[in-house]
């Protein structure tokens, strides 16, 4: 079983960055895909970005390419989102999720799943 624990969300103006975390424990990490999705209030959860186990491959929504980076360091079992020229619209709850065996921008195909991390873009 593993666990995710996101972090580094917070309140932040338009124009300014945010670099969220994720840990993970309980598995061997640099076995699963990664992915982060967001979730606004009375909208579907979105995927967000994704990298595959030794960050060779990468993959972004395309409202946040050039502006979000997604990286991983297996040392540390840990996932990164930097965020830079933050929107209004980035205004979400953040998670990240580890899958087991393919690589997707779909949720279904994420095995587990973090508590989510709060990202708020002010105008």
């Known amino acids: 079983q593993v666990q995710l624990v996101e972090s580094g969300g917070g309140l932040v103006q338009t124009g300014g960055s945010l670099r969220l975390s994720c840990a993970a424990s309980?598995?061997?990490?640099?076995?699963?895909?990664m992915g982060w999705f967001r979730q606004a209030p009375g909208k579907e959860r979105e995927f967000v970005s994704r990298?595959?186990?030794?960050?060779?491959?990468?993959f972004y929504l395309d409202s946040v390419k050039g502006r979000f980076t997604i990286s991983r360091d297996n040392a540390k079992n840990t996932v990164y989102l930097q965020m830079n020229n933050l929107k209004p619209e980035d205004t979400a709850v953040y998670y990240c999720?580890?899958?087991?065996?393919?690589?997707?921008?779909?949720?279904?195909?994420?095995?587990?799943w973090g508590q989510g991390t709060q990202v708020t873009v002010s105008s």
């Open positions: 999720a580890a899958g087991i065996t393919t690589l997707s921008t779909r949720p279904e195909y994420y095995n587990y």
């Open positions: 309980g598995g061997t990490f640099s076995t699963y895909h």
């Open positions: 990298i595959s186990r030794y960050g060779g491959s990468i």
